[in-house]
C-alpha cells in the first residue's frame, strides 16, 4: 500500500489526521506529513482517511 | 411538480414531526419509497430533498452541478448581511476565503488550546457538582462552545452572554427569540458592531486570536473588506455554537435511550473518540443544508431541473441502512463511521476538530469524576426542521 497526495489539492485540513493519526499530521508549518507505505494494519485507517478528505487528495496505490 | 409518479405526500416543512421527535420515520419512509422527493413550500418554489446516503454524497462530491451560492437555508433567504460567507460562496472564492481560517482550527492549532477547553469544561462541571437537578442546556451545553469559541476568536470573556444572544436571535426562526418581525436585522447589526470594534482594537495589537487573523488577512491581495469579516464572523459564531451545544444535550439524550451503551462507556473511557462520532452520526445536529441546481440533472429517475433547490439530509444519509448496520442503534464502538455530520466534501465542517476537542473533554471530565446527567422531564426542542436542536431540558445529576 502507498500513498500518494496531490499537493494542489491538499488544503491541510487534517480530516486525514483524524482517521489515521499515526500515518498523518499536520506539522506545526501547517503542511501535511505523512508515512507514504504506512504498514497494512493501517489500512482501514487510511481508507477512511482517502474517504474523509474534503479536497480529494488522497489516492491509496496498491503495490 | 406535484403529480410525480411514486412521489409521496410527506411535508418536510411540517415541523410538527420535529418538534415531537419522530421525523426519522418519515425518513425512513422516504429513503425507501420516495428517495429524492419532491416538497412544495408553502411561500417558496418547493424543494428536493435527498434522503439516501449515496445520493446525498454523490452531490456533495459535486460543488459544480450543486452549488451554495444560492443560498444553503432550505428557505430561499440570506441572513448573513451584504456579502457572502465562506459557506454561503463557491469556488474560487469559496477556496480563498476558507484557507484564510482553516490553518488555524487545524487538529494541531486546537491542541493549544486544550487547557482552556479543559478549564472551561471543569468551571462549567464545578457550577453543577453538588446539585440534584438542573437545566442542562442553559446551564451546561450552551456555556461550553461559546466560552471556548470566544477564546478562540478572542472575544472578551464577559462579552460571551451576548455572544450566545445574538446566535439564538439570529439563527433560529424559533418564536421565543422572535419578539419584534425585524429582530433577526436588528441582531445582526448588534453582532456586527461588536465585532467591527474589535476588529480595529486589533489591527493595531494583534493577539493569538481569529479576529487578528482575519484583521490581517487579505483576499486577492488586498485586505479583507468590512463586509467579508463581518460575514466571516457570523458564520463562526453561528456555526460554532448552536451545533456544539446540540451535540452535548442530543448526546446525553442518546445515553439515556442506550442506558448499556453508557455503561460500556463507563468500563472503558478509551471509547469516547468512537462514541462521539457515533453521536455525532446519531444525533447530527446539522440535519440538513441545501443546495442549488446549476444544471438538469436525474438522480434515482427523478429529473431535477437547473435552478432548483436540493436539500441534502445528512439526518437521514446517517440513518441509512445500506451503509450503517442497524441505524437506529446507537453503537458506541462503531467501526467505519463514516458518518456526514460535519457533511463532507469541500464545505465539511471547519471547526470539527475544535468541536470534537470541546465534546470529548467534557465527556472526559464529567466520567472522570464519576457524574453523569439523566434526564428527568421533557425535552424541548427548537421549532425547525434544519437543526437537531434542544431548547430546554430537565437533567437529575447522579454522583457515583
Ligand atoms: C458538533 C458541532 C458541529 C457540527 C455537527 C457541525 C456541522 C457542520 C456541517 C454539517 C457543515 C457542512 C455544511 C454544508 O455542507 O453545507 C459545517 C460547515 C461549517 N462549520 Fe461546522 N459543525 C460543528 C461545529 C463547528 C464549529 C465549532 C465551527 C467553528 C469554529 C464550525 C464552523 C463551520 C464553518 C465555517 C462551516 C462552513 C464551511 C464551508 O462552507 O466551507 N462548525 N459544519
Ligand atoms: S484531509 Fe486531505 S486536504 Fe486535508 S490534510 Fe489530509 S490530505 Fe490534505
Not at chain 2, 448581511?81 to 465562506?86: A, E, I, L, N, Q
Not at chain 2, 446519531?282 to 429529473?303: C, L
Not at chain 2, 470534537?356 to 424541548?380: D, N, Q, Y
Amino acid at each position: 500500500m502507498k500513498i500518494v497526495v496531490d499537493w494542489d489539492l491538499c488544503e491541510g485540513h487534517g480530516q486525514c489526521e483524524f482517521a489515521a493519526p499515526d500515518v498523518f499530521q499536520i506539522g506545526d508549518d501547517g503542511n501535511l506529513q505523512f508515512n507514504e507505505t504506512p504498514d497494512e494494519s493501517e489500512r482501514s485507517n487510511v481508507e477512511q482517511a482517502v474517504r474523509r478528505c474534503p479536497t480529494r487528495a488522497l489516492t491509496l496505490l496498491e503495490d | 411538480m406535484t403529480d410525480i409518479a411514486g412521489a409521496s405526500s410527506v411535508d418536510l416543512m411540517d415541523l410538527g414531526p420535529f418538534i415531537a421527535g419522530t421525523e426519522n420515520e418519515l425518513f425512513a419512509q422516504l429513503r425507501e419509497s420516495d428517495p429524492v422527493h419532491w416538497n412544495d413550500e408553502p411561500a417558496g418554489p418547493g424543494f428536493w430533498s435527498l434522503t439516501r446516503y449515496q445520493d446525498v454524497l454523490d452531490a456533495i462530491n459535486d460543488p459544480v452541478t450543486f452549488i451554495n451560492g444560492d443560498g444553503t437555508q432550505i428557505l430561499s433567504r440570506k441572513v448573513e448581511g451584504k456579502t457572502s460567507t465562506v459557506h454561503n460562496t463557491d469556488p474560487p472564492r469559496h477556496t480563498a476565503l476558507r484557507r484564510l481560517v482553516t490553518p488555524h482550527l487545524r487538529a494541531v492549532e486546537i491542541r493549544q488550546w486544550q487547557t482552556m477547553i479543559d478549564a472551561a469544561v471543569e468551571e462549567i462541571l464545578d457550577s453543577v457538582e453538588g446539585s440534584d437537578e438542573v437545566e442542562l442546556v442553559n446551564t451546561v451545553s450552551a456555556l461550553l462552545p461559546i466560552r471556548v469559541l470566544g477564546q478562540v476568536l478572542g472575544v472578551p470573556r464577559e462579552d460571551c452572554p451576548k455572544l450566545l444572544d445574538w446566535t439564538n436571535r439570529v439563527v433560529s426562526d424559533d418564536p421565543e427569540f422572535m419578539t419584534r418581525p425585524d429582530e433577526k436585522e436588528r441582531a445582526r447589526g448588534e453582532l456586527f458592531d461588536f465585532f467591527r470594534v474589535l476588529t480595529e482594537q486589533r489591527r493595531v495589537e494583534p493577539r493569538n486570536d481569529i479576529i487578528s487573523k482575519l484583521a490581517h488577512a487579505t483576499l486577492d491581495g488586498e485586505p479583507l473588506g468590512w463586509d467579508d469579516l463581518a460575514a466571516y464572523y457570523f458564520v463562526l459564531v453561528g456555526a460554532g455554537n448552536e451545533t456544539t451545544r446540540n451535540l452535548i444535550t442530543g448526546t446525553i439524550l442518546a445515553f439515556e435511550e442506550f442506558p448499556d451503551e453508557l455503561e460500556k462507556l463507563r468500563a472503558d473511557h478509551s471509547l469516547i473518540r468512537p462514541a462521539i462520532e457515533e453521536m455525532l452520526r446519531y444525533v447530527t445536529p446539522i440535519r440538513a443544508m441545501r443546495r442549488t441546481a446549476t444544471a438538469d440533472v436525474e438522480i434515482q429517475g427523478r429529473s431535477i431541473s437547473k435552478g432548483d433547490k436540493v436539500v441534502l439530509w445528512f439526518q437521514s444519509a446517517n440513518r441509512d441502512p445500506r451503509v450503517f448496520s442497524d441505524p437506529d442503534v446507537v453503537r458506541i464502538d462503531r467501526a467505519l463511521n463514516d458518518h456526514v455530520g460535519f457533511g463532507w466534501g469541500i464545505h465539511a465542517c471547519m471547526g470539527s476538530h475544535l468541536a470534537r476537542a470541546e465534546v470529548t473533554t467534557f465527556f472526559e471530565k464529567i466520567l472522570e469524576r464519576g457524574m453523569w446527567c439523566h434526564p428527568s422531564g421533557p425535552v424541548e426542542r427548537l421549532h425547525t426542521n434544519q437543526f437537531n436542536a434542544f431548547k430546554r431540558l430537565p437533567v437529575r445529576v447522579e454522583h457515583r
